[in-house]
């Protein structure tokens, strides 16, 4: 089963992931329930790349004066 929570991922293995899924999904091929379920996962992965990056961006603007 695929690890869902931020803290479960890095952001560059949530993004290396998401880039896996997308080239899946571009070159077609799959049954539409295998597009389906690799579209949600790549819903979740880009979400959790979201969450590291949001989390960067409060770190920057709490340190900047």
Do not use: F, N
């Amino acid at each position: 089963m695929p690890k869902d929570k931020p803290e479960d991922l890095s952001y560059e293995q949530a993004r290396a992931e998401l880039a896996e899924v997308v080239q899946k999904l571009e070159s077609g091929g799959g049954t539409l329930e295998e597009s389906l379920a690799l579209w949600e996962r790549g819903e979740k992965l880009a979400q959790i790349c979201q969450h590291w990056l949001d989390g960067a961006k409060a770190k920057l603007d709490a340190a900047t004066p």
